[in-house]
């Protein structure tokens, strides 16, 4: 079976780097220390239904490939010894239309033990494709209130949810994107009273007219702190002959607040004032004359580490 344009683009980086072995590699090779295992090897079809394709280059003969659909490697869906080398093809009813890993023992005929890696493949056409990692996904553990999770660069139009557990027995959210914009909700994550820190949870997406996807499991590291300061805290005034006025309320004594600009040139203004109760006004010489926006971090008292920063657009001078 030729690999499709479609199957070569699921083709990832190997999981598992090592040392390049040459042509007169011994005998007994060390396969603890180096590894020939080669995800890129690999190119999956997942089809609907059961007719799925696993197509492996450059096998040799009495080569011994073992692949399992868990990271356990009990659930073991094929096994052979290559006979010829060359391609091998392999026609499989066990993938899951969502998408998901293959696990793999590989061992090459010249050494002495087998390597394992890993292999994602894509969803089959009806489903979703899964979040690949949690670099989209940002949550804020919020002492004594709701936690905030954030979805940047969401796909347009598709529903993500946020599950408390891997059987999606309690949905703690959903939200449909109506745009590209990061999307901002509130979310009451299960907490870990014993180390202060929400447990784990798992998100899906679902495009139109396709199905729920796989769930990506998703665990914050950020302790837990205050609430980020919102737009309504902060009020700019940009007047045209006098200083212009950066005022923040509801803070707390002791309070750092560092206000920046968001545009060329970016040293115009850089400060750090620390408040000396609930409310802090900051005094500029001169804003841009044009409405432009700032960033404000709020970085409270008791500390925190990672406090979030707000983008506020302020009006032109009048």
Known sequence: ???SKWAKLSLVAPVLVGATFALNQPDKADADSDTNFDAGAFAILNNNGTKDYITIGDVSAKDRIDIYTDRAMKKKIYS???KTTGVLKIKTAKLSDRGGNLYVKYKKSW????DTGVVPYVASPTYTP?????????LTNIKNGKDLLE????????TYRVYEDAKKKKRLLQVTAKSTATLSRSIEVPKDYSLHMPQTVYVSVQEKGKKESALLDYTSVDPEGLAPLKASQVTV?????YADVIKITGIQSNDMITVRSTTAPFHTYVLDRKSKGSTLSIYVDQLSKQGKTLEIIHTPAL???NPK???VKYAAEK
Do not use: F
């Not at 050494?111 to 087998?114: F, K, P, T, V």
């Not at 005034?237 to 002959?241: A, C, I």
């Open 151 to 158: 979805i940047s660069k969401p796909i347009k139009g598709a």
């Open 309 to 311: 920063s707000l983008k």
């Open 1 to 3: 079976m030729a690999i």
């Open 130 to 138: 899964a979040l690949q990692n949690a670099s989209t996904l940002e």
């Open 237 to 241: 005034t940009n007047n045209k002959d």
């Open 111 to 114: 050494l002495q033990s087998a």
């Open 80 to 82: 052979t010894t290559v």
């Open 303 to 305: 500390g925190t580490s």
